[in-house]
């Protein structure tokens, strides 16, 4: 079985910082694309930010230049750092994997979402 825990949510003013975490951990033999995704109220799922094994990404327009992406191989982890948050950017963020399981193969997998909530 695969399990992705997320961290970092929380309330911050807008202009402000924060920076999420996803582990993934279980049976895996290799990660290959790792990404956020968010959903607001109302709202469909839309892609954040992705980085892939072979260290590309690729961002939503409209976090670029804010939100950097990256990975710790090493730790099965992806980090989002935020940065210049708006209040538009008010949504519950997900991690999302693409990971070969051990005797299972290759699927994806989500974690169970972090609110992130910026107001003044």
């Not at 970092?8 to 033999?29: D, K, M, N």
Request: hydrophobic share 35%; aromatic share 8%; glycine share 10%.
């Amino acid at each position: 079985q695969v399990q992705l825990v997320e961290s970092g949510g929380g309330l911050v003013q807008p202009g402000g910082s924060l920076r999420l975490s996803c582990t993934a951990s279980g049976s895996i033999s290799a990660i290959y694309a790792m990404g956020w995704y968010r959903q607001a109220p109302g709202n469909q799922r839309e892609l954040v930010a992705v980085a892939t094994n072979t260290d590309s990404t690729n961002y939503a327009a409209s976090v670029k230049g804010r939100f950097t992406i990256s990975r710790d191989n090493a730790k099965k982890t992806v980090h989002l750092q935020m940065n210049s948050l708006k209040p538009d950017d008010t949504a519950v963020y997900y991690c999302k994997a693409d990971i070969w399981v051990t005797l299972r193969g290759r699927g994806e997998y989500w974690g169970q979402g972090t609110q992130v909530t910026v107001s003044s």
